[in-house]
T-cell receptor
Framework: GQNIDQPTEMTATEGAIVQINCTYQTSGFNGLFWYQQHAGEAPTFLSYNVLDGLEEKGRFSSFLSRSKGYSYLLLKELQMKDSASYLCAVPTMDTGRRALTFGSGTRLQVQP | DVKVTQSSRYLVKRTGEKVFLECVQDMDHENMFWYRQDPGLGLRLIYFSYDVKMKEKGDIPEGYSVSREKKERFSLILESASTNQTSMYLC?????????????FGEGSRLTVL
């Protein structure tokens, strides 16, 4: 089976840095996704990591350690619009890796 | 621009009614998915399809069926709606076959069953 764990909620201050962690267990790793979902809206793709290390994309970076089954999303220079849920996901092996298995999501609240 | 369109944003139905949720994508994607999203449970896969007329069960298919008669359209059917099917339903599509690709989501359909 597959299991993904993320913290349920986090709070951070505008302008600060926040790290959202994700641990996963899966048979046969094929990459890890991060999605952002604003309240009442569709999830949108943020990043995809398949190799170990940090990938930077503007204010957002994503890190992966395959040996530890661990990833994090790093958000810098937080803005109020970053208040959203952040979903960690891995390919679902039972679907031929077509679908994604999602964590429950981390709801981030950015305060002034 | 990539577009996944779900026919209804909000629906209210009564227990026992038959419910159709429609999803259309304009990207010529092979794969299409139906998820439901509930607080504390995240997104759970109901059904997916990797080709026209092909369908595969996901994690929670009970009480649901699907139809994919055309490549761009994937419908979710609740034969007899029940209150525990009150949820947000999200349709998604992806381009790659046999491997993992980014999922593109529709805006969601919030269904309330009374």
């Amino acid at each position: 089976g597959q299991n993904i764990d993320q913290p349920t909620e986090m709070t951070a201050t505008e302008g600060a840095i926040v790290q959202i962690n994700c641990t996963y267990q899966t048979s046969g790793f094929n990459g890890l996704f991060w999605y952002q979902q604003h309240a009442g809206e569709a999830p949108t793709f943020l990043s995809y990591n398949v190799l170990d290390g940090l990938e930077e994309k503007g204010r957002f970076s994503s890190f992966l350690s395959r040996s530890k089954g661990y990833s994090y999303l790093l958000l810098k220079e937080l803005q109020m619009k970053d208040s959203a849920s952040y979903l960690c996901a891995v390919p679902t092996m039972d679907t031929g890796r077509r679908a994604l298995t999602f964590g429950s999501g981390t709801r981030l609240q950015v305060q002034p | 621009d990539v577009k996944v369109t779900q026919s209804s944003r909000y629906l209210v139905k009564r227990t026992g009614e038959k419910v159709f949720l429609e999803c259309v994508q304009d990207m010529d994607h092979e794969n299409m998915f139906w998820y439901r999203q509930d607080p504390g449970l995240g997104l759970r896969l109901i059904y997916f399809s990797y080709d026209v007329k092909m369908k595969e069960k996901g994690d929670i298919p009970e009480g649901y069926s699907v139809s994919r008669e055309k490549k761009e359209r994937f419908s979710l059917i609740l034969e007899s709606a029940s209150t525990n099917q009150t949820s947000m339903y999200l349709c998604a599509s992806s381009v790659l076959s046999g491997d993992t690709g980014e999922l593109f989501f529709g805006e969601g359909s919030r269904l309330t069953v009374l």
